[in-house]
């Protein structure tokens, strides 16, 4: 694909300085570029290795100076960048040409927008509807009345149970699940009885799911993922989850059943939050953390069990000096045991 | 599917109260439940709403009152009601009406028991065996040699590696993975040389695994998963394992090889256990905890390293005062130092 | 597969005591031997045991005296045993005995040296390379311009993203996914926007991957896993990580973007690494451990916050002690109490 600079402006809508009509074949950072190549430069530091780089063209700050070759003035440049990155590189297509490989198990009922790709090995059951331009890749499995949005891409494998909802651009990686029965059992006469999983998840626009992540359908009503929301690899989402928008949830996460998340939320890797629980708005979890309780928002959490940050820094502080600690109670204790009879002696 | 109430009654061995002739046709909760539906109620708050609903029937406590509609008299009614789910919605069929689709790779020494549903893009290996009503959902792969029981549902991706063994009304996840090779290595001239993984896995009957989990094989012989067990999303269970009957193991929990756990015992989320490690029956573990000690039946643990439940938390409330405990003990040490020269005094 | 105990012989480069020119036709365990079995003796206690066996041959000690039946003198019994399980077992074979599986998607400009397997319901995608005698299994993909080596083993419905190169002997088990995007946002105007992931992966020689670990695509260039590393089940390695040579990954590590690490390093189960940090050669790290710090070569680490291990050790021991150590404080600050004033006195 080639696009002009002009086009490309209009693609960030930036402010093209220099001349629009030039060819741009791809998108390279700096230290790539070839000619025909748009880049992006950040930082002021870096203007002179633009200047003698074989790139074309180039994302720049709007107060950035100009050196003959033509300029976007954006005020972001990577996330500029990151945009014509997208544009060039897109991976909606399956291996094969096809737009509907011959192979896929599409039930007579589905709802094929224009422009869908579906892939060799796939199957999409019954009732369910695929939005324009939507990538279905090689051995993905939609259940049954399903509703995928437009644009989105489902990586190789990645499986729909029934009854679920995708928005829009949602991405979700190789081997995601969503839709999976909660983990719910009733204990009757010493067995685990299967409890009713009668839900769905419901998956807001622009929405990443990483390889391997599973979210959980709800028990009767659906499990949500908000808008924006991005999850890493081999994270768990439990059912009847209600999770935020524009929350980053680290890889191998789990969240148990019932939680809802504000928008905004970070959790940071192998966080685990307990069921049933609230998080706020805008609150960011520390690696490893362990939640059992609500958090309100705006709050820095860290630990297991979860403090806020501050809290816990201190307690790890005090911990480290805890061994010499007793040794000097120990101490202190023995001159007082010279006076009264001592109990408790043991602990230091 | 349409059933008469006397039917749904035999089922879950209920009393019948009332009209058993009329047909039902789905189980709802009393909030969504139409006419034809039969739904449940647990508590006696609910037999207003119960009444007014429009639900044909209900599965109720066994001393509920009547109210001119028929009711099953069960001393669990959710219970009850899971069971009329799961026979309503059994999930059982493939995309595609066929049985066997015609795409599925059988070998021809393949024993399929009748009744068998086989979906599009299957492979199962030479020598194995599927019992009555089993589900090989889209593009499960079993292996050679494999022994699958009656009513098992295996959902889309799953894989079993050649030689294991599912008991009857086994469940397993899109993307279970049952029998790769265990992570055992000898270290021989600066390499880790791969050590033989000759077992399998033979797991029991009425066992859940959950979307993404794994189950190693054993070295020589099986890993066990025993009857009943319940298995989360995204667990790893180590080879030769031996994994009682009716655990719990929620969602991330990751158990070493050689583990061996009793019966009724209940790991939280994210529980980690170190190898060859033996666990009683009965014992519950919570959230993150990390064993890395033999466990008694009958008790209840926490923390990393795991400990009695009360222990941990007396040590996690003693550690929450240190901070300024140690400011106290400064206090204390100065006076002292005043008397004599101190050691140890940067510890506060 | 028939071989000679001579060939045997050489496969180990063992010396071999006796008749070489018996048939052998598998390699079991002294308790399961049978005739025409080849079986090893580690420990002089067991000598007894393979003399009155049923094997026909025995991998053993260099020291080990002869009893009539042939055996083949090793440094290391167990090795040179699972060098001929190995052999005996292989897997390569798909369930079908075709070499080229019919409905592969192999596109046109694919390259495939001699004896490769390709399984059914897999896709191979433009101008990719497959080294001599690999294995593709059931339901694999591999992207466009991926290289793989030779006698490579990629087990059921393993995902090869675009562009990643896979060294020779490398073995991933089911599900396992590579080259996946990395977890990159940018925030912009309240929405977390993708980062261009233009990298891939480049995994060495020797390395195994268990069944679904996730190795991320580098932002511009390579993931890398070194030489002889071993990966187990769920292990998610972020984008951009350079892990080194014969490392050890247990179940459910995390590491995120852009960590380095030596040669020999071990991490067990669930320990998790913070992005941008260098591990040295020979570090160990203990179960659960949370790394936040770079570690020089040759540590042995343990706990959250990592500590190293005797320092974890005593900080451990002294929690335990903790809340018998703040009873004694409480008992001395009430004495200091009767003289003056008290402040923090609710700390213990």
Known sequence: MTVTIQELAEWVRGELVGDGGQPIADARPLTDARPGDITFVEDAKYYSAWHASAASAAFVPTDAPVNGKPVIRVPDPLAAFAV?????????????????????????????????????????????????????????????NCTVGEDVILHPHVVLYDDCVLGNRVIAHAHAVIGADGFGYRSATGKHLKAPQLGNVEVGDDVEIGAGATVDRGTFGPTRIGDGTKIDNLVM????????????????????????????????????????????????????????????????????????????LRMMAALRKLPAALALLKRLTDRFDSEEPAEGKDAA
Chains 1, 2, 3 share one sequence.
């Open 84 to 144: 014509a990155v997208q544009r060039f590189h897109a991976r909606g297509s399956a291996p094969t040409a096809a737009r509907i490989d011959p192979t896929a198990r599409i039930h007579p009922s589905v709802f094929l927008a224009p422009d869908v790709t579906v892939g060799p090995f796939t199957a999409i059951g019954e009732g369910s509807r695929i939005g324009p331009r939507t990538s279905i890749q090689t051995g993905v499995v939609v259940g049954r």
């Open 237 to 312: 989402i439990g059912h009847n989850c209600q999770i935020g928008r524009h929350n980053l949830l680290c890889s191998q996460v789990g969240i148990a059943g019932s939680v809802t998340t504000g928008d905004y939320v970070v959790m940071a890797g192998q966080v685990g939050v307990a069921d049933h629980l609230a998080i706020g708005d805008r609150v960011t979890i520390g690696a490893k953390a362990g939640v059992h309780t609500d958090i309100e928002s705006n709050n820095r959490m860290l630990g297991f069990p979860v403090t806020t940050y501050h809290e816990q």
